[in-house]
């Protein structure tokens, strides 16, 4: 009795693993890049972690994405940080831009020359 209903637990086991929708790499990428940066951080700290189950557990599930759990830590970690790098390449091009067309603003922006 006991060995039957041990082999049609480890059988049910098997079939819900296997039946575990898989999370895209884009759809990954796209509800992670919905975060703030401040978010963001948070989940790249949480990743860094290790620990699966927190990689941003708490931000996904305010954020209301259902495939924490099912995405690795390190797969969350590799793809926030692409995404965190993306923002500075952003940044540096338009501080860039901004300096190359003289309207960079702030401390620097502002000085008179002699």
């Given amino acids: ?4 209903f041990i082999v049609a637990l480890l059988v049910s086991l098997m079939f819900l ?6 999370v895209s790499d884009e759809k990954v990428k796209a509800d992670i890049s919905e975060l703030s940066d401040e978010k963001l951080d948070s989940v790249i ?3 860094k972690s290790g620990d699966a189950a927190l990689a941003g557990q708490a931000t996904m599930i305010e954020r209301g994405f259902f495939w924490r759990g099912k995405v690795s830590a390190r797969k ?3 793809i926030s940080q692409d995404v965190k790098i993306e923002r ?3 940044k540096i091009l338009k501080l860039q ?5 003289g309207t960079l603003t702030g401390s620097g922006g502002n000085r008179k020359s002699n």
């Fill in 1 to 4: 009795m006991k060995k039957s």
């Fill in 17 to 22: 693993v296997a039946c575990t929708e898989k």
């Fill in 45 to 47: 700290n949480d990743a």
């Fill in 76 to 78: 969350v970690l590799e």
């Fill in 88 to 90: 500075l390449e952003e």
């Fill in 97 to 101: 831009d901004q300096a190359g067309t």
